[in-house]
């Protein structure tokens, strides 16, 4: 047997394989995300637009879609490959049914589990989320005026039941809770001081989340970035900030804190500042590709080895050969050319 790729039962050789494994440069693999749907009750301009994901268009059929075994039965081997947090999204993850017996499968792996959402279920579901083995959740929030979250989710879902859900998240103890905020230019930069003032002191972490060109039908435009630095300068200007070490290495989000030690913001600059070096994520998307970039353009199918007899041995063996090739740093290779090229929906890689 080759000594780096042992059988999963085998946890000493394992842990040899985990260390082993680097892509090209040199990064290791950390954390997986997991696409667990391709539909969404939300339009957001920026990831879903209503011209394309309209009445008509055809979202993945049930049968297409990972069970709920199929989806532990590759985290565990993810696990095995050095993956230590598994991060569920979609499209919107809490429209999956039952979603939560997912989130108790996977806590019993003993991995850091946690879920973005846009919030607009979790008031129903944070408890049930919690009991079920949850660390944590992150919301997705655009602004506190209903006019402009209205316009950006594009389904009139009003702003005070995503804060219901925040607040019910931290009842559940899902916290810290974080909120990341996209900025979009002529859509709500004029919500960025007053997202800062309202969770300043709220207990929750507020990110703000540069513009990105996933996908290829946003119809994004560089102009339309509002920048990390301008995002800082403004709320600075009003309540000043002062850079702080980041938590751990590799953690996407600069960290900014309040000079008067009220509070933190954590700003995702993957647009004019990439952080591909550090890059240890791998997605799995609701059908069972493996992507080892956001902006991918093409995956490896995980899925059609599940189901045809791949042992567990087999899909190490795969995802191994995958990650060990792996060259991907979008972000540092963005250009006005690159934005245009056919790229996977993110509501299907999973954000
Ligand atoms: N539906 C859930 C939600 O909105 O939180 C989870 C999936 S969503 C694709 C994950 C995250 O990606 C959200 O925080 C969303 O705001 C962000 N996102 C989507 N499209 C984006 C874009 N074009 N640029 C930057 N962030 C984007
Ligand atoms: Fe849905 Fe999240 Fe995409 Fe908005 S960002 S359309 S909530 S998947
Ligand atoms: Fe990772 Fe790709 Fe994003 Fe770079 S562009 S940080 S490689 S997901």
Redesign the pocket.
Known sequence: MNPLHPTLSDPGSTLQTAAALRDTLGRPLRDLRISVTDR?N?R?V??MPKEVFGNDYQFLERKALLSFEEIVRLARVFKALGVEKIRL?????LVRRKIEQLVAMLAALGLDLTL???GSLLAKKAQALKDAGLKRV???L?SLDDAVFMRMNDVDFPVTRVLEGIAAAAAAGLAPVKI?M?VKRGMNEHSILPMARYFRQSGHILRF??????GST?G?RMDDVVTAREIVDTISAAMPLEPADPNYSGEVAARWRYQDGSGEIGVIASVTQAFCRDCTRARISTEGQLYTCLFATSGHDLRDLLRSGASDRDLLDSISAVWSKRADRYSEIRTGHTAKLEKIE??YI??
């Open positions: 969404c939300f957001c920026y990831c999204t979609g499209g919107e993850p973005t959402t846009n992150t919301v997705s655009d990341n996209v989340i540069e513009y990105m060109d996933v946003n994004w993110m509501s999973g954000g």
